[in-house]
């Protein structure tokens, strides 16, 4: 069974930095794609960065996030982190660490393309 635990929301003021982490277990696959998606109430969600199988990182929307944002691994530590820095009040959402089982996923960051899903995390920044 595969579980994706989320960790490190919280409320920050603009400006601030936070960072996520998602614990994988039970992904066993040897080409997948790890992201980061998001959804602020009344939106859709939006995928933000991932990382592939390869190594490769993906960003959505780079006027968005690209430049603020960081996704990497621990491999050792089988961990996905989403640094955020300089973050803002349009950042504020519940985000979600999602796994697929295709490296192609993210390419595209749609939510359907992904198989698996954390609870989600809140993030919070206030002006």
């Known amino acids: 069974q595969v579980q994706l635990v989320e960790s490190g929301g919280g409320s920050v003021q603009a400006g601030g930095s936070l960072r996520l982490s998602c614990a994988p277990s039970?992904?066993?696959?040897?080409?997948?794609?790890m992201a980061w998606f998001r959804q602020a109430p009344g939106k859709e969600r939006e995928g933000v960065a991932a990382?592939?199988?390869?190594?490769?990182?993906?960003?959505a929307d780079a006027d968005s996030v690209q430049g603020r944002f960081t996704v990497s691994t621990d491999n050792a530590k089988n961990t996905l982190y989403l640094q955020m820095n300089s973050l803002k009040p349009e950042d504020t959402a519940l985000y979600y660490c999602?796994?697929?089982?295709?490296?192609?996923?993210?390419?595209?960051?749609?939510?359907?393309?992904?198989?698996?899903w954390g609870q989600g995390t809140q993030v919070t920044v206030s002006s």
């Open positions: 990382v592939d199988s390869y190594g490769g990182r993906f960003y």
């Open positions: 999602a796994a697929a089982i295709s490296s192609r996923s993210c390419s595209y960051l749609r939510p359907g393309s992904f198989n698996f």
């Open positions: 039970g992904f066993i696959y040897n080409q997948y794609c």
